[in-house]
């Protein structure tokens, strides 16, 4: 199947500083990405599509300007935390599809567990 | 409103069968998706069901019902290794690129030897 690529696999950062988070889409393109959210024994609740040269689409509750969304290229989204707080560890976790395989499955990237201290 | 619901924990022995339940109220529909997550890692795809009935892949089997909003997944000859957390998950439109997955809490799966 395609395979996405997350990076890092873990973080821990400081109170007040920012993270940022890449995931690329290895053998395939993707004008779409999502980035998901996972809290410790919770689903994975969705955060924001990002679209490829496009501004990103944030769900509800989601602050924008908190969690910034760049996918620059075809292959690459980033999201970077901002100011990065202790109730922002989480477990981070990208997806993407590979349309032209006519794949009806997501595939994920490897996530992200983002610790700040 | 969208809603995705799923038993929170389930126990079975090595060699046995379980079958984990799944029903779902969401706007439209647009496939059901199974996934499997050990703790710590990302979801790995299991199956999809878009059409009612039985789809079977070695030993794990997914079952639908659009009209009764309803799937689960059937899994075989249980292994210490299928222990982890097994989601359900709806696309519930179009199918179009920039269509999220919208997930249950997930199952946590415990077998036991």
């Known amino acids: 199947g395609a395979v996405v690529s997350q990076h890092p696999s873990w973080v821990i950062c400081k109170s007040g500083t920012s993270v940022k988070i890449e995931c690329r889409s290895l053998?395939?393109?993707?004008?779409?990405m999502f980035w998901y959210r996972q809290f410790p024994k919770q689903s994975l609740m969705l955060m924001a599509t990002?679209?490829?040269?496009?501004?990103?689409?944030?769900e509800q509750g989601v602050e924008k300007d908190k969690f910034l969304i760049n996918h620059a290229s075809l292959t690459l989204s980033t999201l970077t935390v901002t100011s990065a707080h202790p109730e922002d560890s989480s477990f981070y976790i990208c997806?993407?599809?590979?349309?032209?395989?006519?794949?009806?499955?997501?595939?994920f990237g490897q996530g992200t567990r983002l610790t700040v201290v | 409103g969208q809603n995705i619901d799923q038993p929170t924990e389930m126990t079975a022995t090595e060699g046995a069968i379980v079958q984990i339940n799944c029903t779902y109220q969401t706007s439209g529909f647009n496939g059901l998706f199974w996934y499997q997550q050990h703790a710590g890692e990302a979801p790995t795809f299991l199956s999809y069901?878009?059409?009612?009935g039985l789809e079977e892949k070695g030993r794990f089997s997914s079952f639908l019902s659009r009209s009764k909003g309803y799937s689960y997944l059937l899994l075989k000859e249980l292994q210490m290794k299928d222990s982890a957390s097994y989601l359900c998950?709806?696309?519930?439109?179009?199918?179009?690129?920039?269509?999220?997955?919208?997930f249950g809490k997930g199952t946590t799966l415990s077998v036991s030897s």
């Open positions: 053998d395939f393109q993707a004008t779409t």
């Open positions: 997806s993407a599809r590979d349309l032209n395989r006519g794949d009806t499955e997501a595939f």
């Open positions: 998950a709806v696309r519930d439109e179009e199918d179009q690129a920039g269509t999220a997955l919208i």
């Open positions: 990002s679209n490829e040269g496009s501004k990103a689409t944030y």
């Open positions: 069901n878009v059409l009612d």
